[in-house]
């Protein structure tokens, strides 16, 4: 069984672009959040959705967005970007966002 | 903001060895995990300890859980090269619907 897959698995932007990463869930998992993680820390929590619905969303700015889709999959958006979103971007997913999450292996951002 | 706290920072150890890593937390939780990170990928899921139990066991990891202290502890017995990584713990507190809040990690080094 294919595990949670996330693209691209590297990016360089320039501040003040846009970004969208994408993530796909593991198989028959209907919850995905986002997580942020910067060198030397644990990952933060960015975003929960669960059936196409926002769960929970973390203490960061409206610069931030994602959505989930019907085949549950999900985008993550970041505007205006800053030097201080570098950093790795994890995807996770669970059944239904209230047990285990499995991640994916991230997107790593830098913003130059 | 992070929720658990690892400790200690950083383990270095000989193969065979056992490795012992603690975590505290802040808030009452419904369940704590702990997950393994090598060289900054995707998270890697252990083992997962709802808030009614105070030992788990799963192959050579035995984890333990006092609520009253708000702490849990990880224990890898006889340590291999291949363990090492960073390991963290995450909490899943009482009506965050499932946002897991980290802590900073234990980066564990074993020696051959």
């Known amino acids: 069984d294919a595990g949670v897959t996330q693209s691209p698995t590297h990016l360089i932007k320039t501040r003040g672009q846009h970004v969208t990463l994408r993530c796909s869930p593991i198989s028959g998992h209907k919850s995905v959040s986002w997580y942020q993680q910067v060198l030397g820390q644990g990952p933060q929590f960015i975003f929960q959705?669960?059936?196409?619905?926002?769960?929970g969303r973390g203490n960061f700015p409206d610069r931030f967005s994602a959505r989930q889709f019907p085949n549950y999959s999900s985008e993550l958006n970041v505007n205006a970007l800053l030097l201080g979103d570098s950093a790795l971007y994890l995807c996770?997913?669970?059944?239904?966002?209230?047990?285990?999450?499995?991640f994916g292996p991230g997107t790593r951002l830098l913003v130059l | 903001s992070q929720q658990g706290e690892e400790d200690p920072q950083a383990l270095s150890i000989q193969e065979g060895e056992n490795a012992t890593m603690n975590c505290s937390y802040k808030?009452?939780?419904?369940?704590l995990q702990w997950y393994r990170q090598n060289s900054g990928r995707g998270l890697v899921h252990l083992i997962l300890i709802r808030s009614n139990e105070r030992e788990k066991h799963s192959g050579r990891l035995r984890v333990t859980l006092d609520t009253s202290k708000k702490s849990s502890s990880l224990l890898i017995t006889a340590s291999r090269a291949a363990d090492t990584a960073s390991y963290f713990c995450?909490?899943?507190?009482?009506?965050?619907?499932?946002?897991?809040?980290f802590g900073k990690g234990t980066k564990l080094s074993v020696k051959p």
């Open positions: 995450a909490t899943d507190a009482r009506g965050s619907q499932g946002n897991l809040i």
């Open positions: 959705y669960y059936e196409k619905e926002e769960r």
């Open positions: 996770a997913s669970s059944q239904r966002g209230l047990e285990t999450q499995y």
């Open positions: 808030t009452s939780i419904n369940n």
